[in-house]
């Protein structure tokens, strides 16, 4: 189900969802937030609609706000879904959206296609050369690179016409400097192919034209290179670029300030034959007591075949192995023609010892287990608590391509926490909570000098007072009282083919996992295998023998086997009873994707079934949805030259995987999604609208023995989903406007509480349905004047309706309501050298004594001091004004003064950051 909330709001933070963005557009997700207790961290989870894996990326504190960047690249048409996770100083940690589940229940972005960016803001650069009535197609320049320098026996004009649909491969011409090579050209398998042999020193220019299978004109491709005379020696071939740059910020939150310098930068190096790049940045905050905040790279890419990364690389082998997730260490990518290997080596997680200057964040007290000895000293136990553990992984991708039409390939991954590289004793000063047993046995650990108020002591302290007693202190080597070391193992396969000239796509894609989560003490011997689930020791695990079962000792390098893997039986054994067909697909840490996409005419057809086992998981991808059946069909349908898009579909979601789940939860999906972009210059309009339904299948009351009720778990509901959107381009005089108008509504049904056929089992009169309705109206005007200045005015509301019951009752429906409006400026002097931005926003939650209002401010400039040497300047501040401290006789800001106008009006955070990037 997607989650399509536009505005969050709760006791600790305020979240606008950015409604509709364009593919190919950055996105920026930001969170405000109201606790006082401050934040240290934040992390951005994103995927596109579908997919089952997460990407992350690390969010910042920027203006008084939490902010986090979805990169233009992974901005796709079919929307995309996001989690933000916020960690406390602390402890804890806050989630958007505000549920248990946040990543089975991510909020939801509508993306519109690039057919709509391109009409609306790209179009009018567009030179025609026939008539306005242009087709987009998704055509890939392969060779020679937009703006690149080759030697003349290196040209290849290259493009690829996988991602186009209905291209006329006859009616074409391939332009150079206005001179036609068509006929000297090669479309084959869809790539287009010319090698030019006479084009002389100097710039050249490419131009592509084609046509639908229906005669209709397709955005011209166009693009330049540069051919220069062969190099005589490697200085002469070596080119390179790149930039630094350093920052400086000082923000406070809550009274609690954030400082924090960074240098970052990136060189890329260019011979013939190879490409390098490095990159890096370096923060101040970087820690031993947390996970790295600082990030290199080095990639070389050698032809096109080889690519070996080294330092914090992002592998992509597949979603259900690795996809996208920092790993510290190198990826090697050798990738022909007709084989792809790929091969992961390195760290995860790195170790974390303990929590510096937190009070039991590295030792913990264990007062019952305190030990006596026959001559009466004691032995105190402590425990390591607040680690982590360096958690290592290889993983390895092998696949294989034949004449384009199977391809299919092999992958596995193994992580492993390395709990032996822990140590046992951590720093003298950190401190633990004294928990006294007796009074007076304790009475020389309770009155002393080194003992605080809070019964809090140092560890060297503490040990130099029980050494001086005659007592002794236990750290056991292992089995702390913290987490627990695991281990994980994946491997599966997949399998495509292509039909019909590529207008049929078939994929399968089968995995299958086991997890250990405990192997602190190894595998198991074979003796202990056999009375670990029964006490009798007669070679049998229950009834299944185990004559010809292999030592789980000859494997530990592979896995560990012990009663914490999952899982401990690869099937359901009650399945396996009743079928063991269903058995067998169900297992339940397998996951199985299957799926078939055609495409034909005006339509796209995608049949897609997923099914992830309650148990499989994987550390590569900790944040995938297991448990979980769903089967979808959709079709997207195009007229009027692809400016009217219908996209049809309809999805059934479950988590019955086995016979042990009495009353699976069913999501059933109805989905209409449709876009209008007549032209350039012409509004734009998408509506889109789910039902969606859920049912788990209990159709009773839970009663006692004695009929009285006692609670009511069924759920039959229904939700409605819509979302209109309008995008309209235009000009007062000689301003150019677009004005951009967004209306989401999400409202609930209980149909338990309203459908006749529940009339003989009806609510309670004390039933509160838990779903809150939501309605978000946001409009924003972009305006470009004639001299340099922009301007963006945006308006928000967001109202959110939670059910309640008083003591009569009475269902209410309480409205939480948001309501921001801001502004934001940029200007430009000295021919745009010197660029100045400000900006300013309201937000309030009404106007009665509870409420609260916020205003921002920011203020910015960027200064070219000289070619390509930029310095940039931000400041921003955030007040709160909070009604009710005026008359509540409470000294709210600690000043020795009560209800006086500092309690009324608050700097909630403010901040000032410098930087200065060179590039070259």
Request: aromatic letters at 10%.
């Amino acid at each position: 189900m997607n989650n399509a909330i536009h505005g969050q709001s709760t006791n600790q933070y305020y979240h606008k969802n950015p409604s509709i963005v364009n593919s190919g557009e950055d996105i920026n997700i930001s969170v405000t937030l109201f606790i006082t207790d401050p934040v240290v961290s934040g992390m951005l989870f994103f995927r596109s609609k579908g997919q089952m894996s997460y990407q992350e990326i690390s969010m910042q504190y920027v203006n008084g706000n939490w902010e986090g960047v979805i990169p233009s690249r992974n901005v796709d048409s079919d929307g995309i879904e996001y989690v933000v996770i916020l960690h406390k100083k602390l402890w804890g940690r806050i989630s958007v959206p505000n549920n248990e589940n946040p990543f089975k229940n991510p909020l939801f972005i509508n993306v519109l296609s690039k057919k709509s960016e391109r009409q609306i803001i790209d179009a009018p650069k567009i030179n025609k050369i026939q008539s306005d009535n242009y087709v987009d197609a998704d055509i890939l320049i392969l060779s020679p690179e937009s703006g690149s320098i080759n030697r003349p026996d290196e040209v290849v004009i290259a493009v690829s016409l996988f991602n186009t649909e209905a291209v006329d491969t006859i009616s074409y011409r391939v332009l150079i400097d206005g001179k036609d090579y068509t006929k000297r050209s090669i479309l084959d398998d869809g790539i287009l192919t010319l090698t030019p042999t006479e084009l002389s020193i100097g710039p050249h220019f490419v131009r592509l034209l084609f046509k639908t299978s229906y005669g209709l004109d397709i955005t011209p491709v166009e693009w330049s290179f540069n051919i220069t005379k062969a190099m005589i020696n490697v200085s002469q071939s070596f080119r390179y670029k790149g930039n630094i740059g350093a920052n400086n910020s000082n923000t406070s939150a809550s009274g609690v300030g954030i400082e924090e310098q960074s240098h970052n930068g990136k060189i890329d190096g260019e011979l013939s034959w190879i490409k390098a790049r490095y990159s890096y940045r370096n923060s101040s905050r970087e820690s031993s007591f947390i996970q790295p905040l600082n990030r290199e790279t080095l990639t070389l890419q050698v032809t096109d075949y080889l690519k070996l990364e080294y330092g914090d690389v992002y592998p992509s082998l597949s979603p259900f192995l690795l996809d996208g997730k920092r790993v510290r260490g190198r990826h090697i990518h050798i990738d022909l023609p007709w084989l792809d290997f790929q091969y992961v080596n390195g760290n995860l997680n790195e170790q974390v010892n303990y929590k510096s200057g937190k009070v039991d964040g590295g030792y913990i007290f264990l007062a019952n287990n305190t030990e006596i000895n026959p001559d009466g000293s004691r032995i105190f136990n402590l425990n390591r608590t607040g680690y982590t553990f360096p958690q290592s992984i290889s993983a390895a991708r092998l696949s294989f391509t034949v004449f384009s039409l199977f391809s299919g390939g092999l992958h596995f991954l193994k992580a492993r926490d390395n709990f032996d590289e822990m140590p046992m004793s951590i720093s003298d000063q950190e401190m633990f909570t004294f928990t006294a047993i007796d009074s007076t046995l304790d009475s020389a650990y309770i009155f002393n000098e080194l003992i605080n108020d809070n019964s809090e002591y140092k560890y060297g302290d503490f040990k130099q007072l029980s050494l001086s007693n005659g007592d002794s202190i236990m750290i056991p080597e292992n089995n702390w009282v913290g987490v627990k070391p695991r281990e994980n193992f994946v491997a599966g396969f997949n399998f495509e083919t292509a039909l019909d000239n590529r207008n049929i796509i078939f994929q399968l894609a089968w995995n299958y996992s086991l997890t250990n989560n405990n192997i602190w003490n190894g595998p198991l011997t074979l003796d202990e295998l056999d009375t670990k689930l029964d006490s009798l020791k007669d070679g049998k695990i229950l009834d299944v023998s185990l004559d010809g079962v292999p030592d789980p000792d000859d494997y530990k390098n592979l896995f560990t086997i012990n009663e914490f893997m999952t899982p401990f039986s690869p099937v359901d054994p009650v399945t396996m009873q009743k079928n063991p067909f269903r058995a067998i697909i169900n297992m339940p840490s397998s996951a199985l994707h299957v799926r078939l996409k055609g495409s034909y005419t005006l339509n796209n057809l995608l049949v897609e079934y997923k099914q992830v086992g309650p148990e499989f998981y994987t550390f590569g991808n900790p944040y995938m949805t297991n448990n979980i059946r769903e089967f979808t069909i959709k079709d997207r349908l195009a007229l009027l030259g692809r400016r009217l898009m219908f996209v049809v579909g309809y999805s059934k979601k479950d988590n019955k995987l086995g016979e042990t789940v009495l009353n699976p939860l069913k999501t059933n999906t109805l989905m209409l999604n449709t876009t209008l972009v007549p032209g350039p210059g012409a509004p734009s309009i998408v509506f889109n609208m789910q039902i969606i339904g859920k049912n788990n299948g209990v159709d009773s009351v839970e009663v006692d023995s004695l009929g009285q009720f006692l609670k009511d778990n069924r759920e039959d509901s229904r939700a409605l989903n819509t979302l209109v959107s309008i995008n309209m381009p235009g000009s007062l005089g000689p301003i150019s406007n677009t004005i951009a108008v967004n209306y989401n509504s999400i409202t609930y049904k209980d149909i338990i509480a309203t459908d006749e056929k529940y009339l003989d089992s009806p609510r309670q009169d004390d039933f509160l349905f838990q779903k809150s309705d939501t309605r978000t109206f946001s409009a924003n005007i972009s305006s470009r004047f004639p001299f340099p200045l922009r301007t963006v005015l945006n308006f928000n509301k967001t109202q959110i309706f939670m059910p309640m019951i008083d003591q009569n009752f009475i269902v209410t429906k309480n409205e939480i309501a948001w309501t921001s409006v801001g502004i934001n400026c940029t200007y430009s002097l000295k021919n745009n050298s010197i660029r100045i931005s400000s900006g300013a926003d309201y937000m309030t939650n009404g106007t009665d004594e509870s409420s609260v209002q916020i205003v921002g401010l920011k203020l910015g400039v960027d200064w070219d001091i000289i070619n390509n040497l930029v310095f940039s300047a931000k400041s921003n501040m955030r007040l709160n004004r909070i009604k009710a401290n005026e008359d509540d006789g409470i000294d709210n800001d600690n000043d020795g003064k009560t209800d006086n106008r500092g309690e009324i009006w608050s700097t909630s955070n403010s901040g000032l950051i410098f930087s200065m990037n060179y590039r070259f």
